[in-house]
């Protein structure tokens, strides 16, 4: 069982940078891929980044690729989500996910467990 609990959504303007944090119970935190997901108002939730088990490969959506970063502290049980240059269309709750025996994905039928997620909102 592993419980996933976000943090640091918020309100900022259209340019700016947040970081999201998602942070893990369990002892075996380190066996799981992790993923964050978004959803904006009216629309399906959509795939934003990946990181494997170990941290040495990410993957990104191409909306947000080369704006946003994802890493993992394995030793914390933490996930992170650096935002930079923030749209006001990336405005979503942003949600991340854990993945048993794969080594990412961006379907979302695959992922074991999710948080609550976190409102981000994008002023322009």
């Known amino acids: 069982q592993v419980q996933l609990v976000e943090s640091g959504g918020g309100l900022v303007q259209a340019g700016g940078s947040l970081r999201l944090s998602c942070a893990a119970s369990g002892r075996t935190f380190s066996s799981y891929a992790m993923g964050w997901f978004r959803q904006a108002p009216g629309k399906e939730r959509e795939f934003v980044a990946a990181i494997s088990w170990t941290g040495g490969r990410t993957y990104y959506a191409d909306s947000v690729k080369g704006r946003f970063t994802i890493s993992r502290d394995n030793a914390n049980n933490t996930v992170y989500l650096k935002m930079n240059s923030l749209k006001p269309e990336d405005t979503a709750v942003y949600t991340c996910?854990?993945?048993?025996?794969?080594?990412?994905?961006?379907?979302?039928?695959?992922?074991?467990?999710w948080g609550q997620g976190t409102q981000v909102t994008v002023s322009s």
């Open positions: 996910a854990a993945v048993y025996g794969l080594m990412w994905s961006l379907d979302t039928r695959e992922y074991d467990y």
